[in-house]
């Protein structure tokens, strides 16, 4: 498994931007597929975005396709969502995880996906 720690997240006005960063450690960072999903207070957790262990490909949810880019750094074992054009919906607890899922089409639900994150709290103000 891969160890991970979420940081980054934090209160933002709507229309604002945040990045919230996932450090891994593990010597399979390099090889797993990374994932960003959140969960709201009442919902559940839901997928937003996730990357090839290259970098060179990524998918999104259709909510946040436009706004939110996810990247990754191989050589610093750490994974980012940039978020932009923040709305008061996606107030989440937004958590990394890791994947041996190369398929992105099939890296979409939280059972694809072995190691996670604590977890880093988004609130957006309106």
């Known amino acids: 498994q891969v160890q991970l720690v979420e940081s980054g997240g934090g209160l933002v006005q709507a229309g604002g931007s945040l990045r919230v960063s996932c450090a891994a450690s593990g010597r399979t960072f390099s090889r797993r597929t990374m994932g960003w999903f959140r969960q709201s207070p009442g919902k559940e957790r839901e997928f937003v975005a996730a990357i090839s262990w290259s970098g060179g490909r990524t998918n999104y949810a259709d909510f946040v396709k436009g706004r939110f880019t996810i990247s990754r750094d191989i050589a610093k074992n750490t994974a980012y969502l940039q978020m932009n054009s923040l709305k008061p919906e996606d107030t989440a607890v937004y958590y990394c995880?890791?994947?041996?899922?190369?398929?992105?089409?099939?890296?979409?639900?939280?059972?694809?996906?072995?190691?996670w994150g604590q977890g880093t709290q988004v609130t957006v103000s309106s």
């Open positions: 995880a890791a994947s041996l899922v190369s398929t992105l089409l099939a890296a979409i639900t939280d059972v694809d996906y072995d190691s």
